[in-house]
């Protein structure tokens, strides 16, 4: 009796011990260490999921075999917390999950979803969406390229949710709920603000004296540059260090300003601010460490600009697809009160074809010079 007490009141079997963990990352880490992607069937999954081959034996089987994974890591999703222990006291060299899996365990639960959907599950195969959008969210802690893991991981599933929206049967029930779950998850945006946020803190504490080596180092690619900025560091003192802070706090206040604006006004402040430091380095020693540690902001700014455009276009088509599983035709306009367009802040273009519909925004990606198209398909 004695040793059943002591075995039941050990900490291991407390309550606070079950499955699944209160922090999601604890089984993403798990997942990630445990699935071992195989070099000769990730060209599959990926050509399975985009519909560009069929289900096979050898596909079936590999799913088959990585379903403990699949489940983990749906299992995560669920989970509200997610903390992945990252020691932001090291600013610009904090160490970072390994979030290359994240790709890898994509192709995985997307071609499962595939997988469901072709078997005629359809309202599991956009759980496991559901699920993706949820591990983007997960995966989007302040350091930039985590914002960017996560941004792949989103627009990959918007691909995913648009091909099987386009061969489903209409399914006022099915589409309903899929509705009311992208509602939930706007509840909780991906959102850039708080990489913006942390890409301050971080470049701070890496202008130490202390760090600054270390952090010039790993963060730049460019010798010949790499070399000026470490002779001057060498020699510079306390307030070289606190000029560089002033000037990067001032232009990070301009960035912040400019991912607020209009998207026109936006891409022009951005143009300039990128080039900025870079311009001012050999006559402005205050804009040495801003030239290190500043990343290409508009390269960020058109990618978030085009995820919003893609998830509001998605979100639309779903109220469209809506409309014509309640009343048996596509919509002749689309209803008001639905999302813009974030490159004009006009409502998308609407337009039915021959197979479906298009939605177009009004404003042109001024990175390619056009409007982006999104077309959607309809089961006959």
Request: charged share 25%; glycine share 4%.
């Amino acid at each position: 009796m004695g040793l059943l007490f002591a075995v039941t009141s050990a900490p291991w079997a407390s309550p606070a011990a079950a499955y699944p963990p209160d922090n999601a990352a604890v089984l993403y880490y798990q997942a990630f260490m445990l699935y071992q992607a195989e070099d000769e069937i990730k060209p599959m999954l990926d050509d399975y999921w985009h519909g560009q081959i069929k289900l096979n034996e050898t596909l079936e089987a590999y799913l088959a075999k990585n379903r403990p994974v699949i489940d983990m890591v749906l299992d995560a999703t669920r989970i509200d917390r997610c903390d992945w222990g990252l020691d932001y006291s090291q600013g610009t060299e904090v160490l970072l999950p390994p979030h290359n899996q994240a790709r890898n365990i994509f192709f995985l639960i997307a071609a499962e979803a595939t997988m469901q959907f072709d078997q005629g599950h359809t309202r599991t195969a956009l759980e496991h969406c559901i699920a993706m959008y949820r591990m983007a969210r997960h995966l989007n802690e302040r350091p930039l390229i985590c914002y960017l893991v996560g941004v792949a991981i989103n627009a990959a599933t918007h691909k995913c949710v648009t091909r099987f929206l386009s061969r489903m049967p209409p399914d006022a029930e099915t589409l309903t709920w899929l509705q009311s779950e992208l509602a939930e998850l706007d509840k909780q945006p991906f959102a850039i603000e708080p990489v913006l946020k942390w890409k301050r803190e971080a470049g701070i504490v890496s202008m130490s004296p202390d760090k600054i080596g270390n952090a010039v180092q790993a963060g730049l690619d460019d010798c010949d540059f790499k070399t000026k900025v470490l002779e001057l560091v060498r020699t510079a003192d306390v307030q070289f260090y606190t000029r560089n802070i002033a000037y990067w706090n001032d232009f990070m206040d301009h960035v912040k300003a400019a991912f607020a604006m209009p998207y026109p006004q936006a891409y022009a402040e951005l143009q300039k601010l990128d080039k900025k430091p870079c311009e001012e380095f050999d006559t402005n020693p205050d804009a040495t460490l801003t030239a290190c540690f500043a990343p290409e902001f508009l390269r960020i700014y058109a990618l978030s600009i085009r995820l919003d455009a893609h998830s509001k276009a998605l979100r639309i088509a779903v109220e469209v697809y809506l409309s014509r599983a309640r009343t048996g035709q596509l919509p002749e306009s689309l209803p008001e009160g639905l999302p813009h367009d974030p490159f004009s802040g006009e409502p998308f273009q609407y337009e039915k074809t021959a197979n479906g519909f298009i939605l177009r925004c009004v404003g042109k990606d001024l990175d390619k010079n056009e409007p982006y198209t999104f077309e959607y398909g309809i089961k006959k």
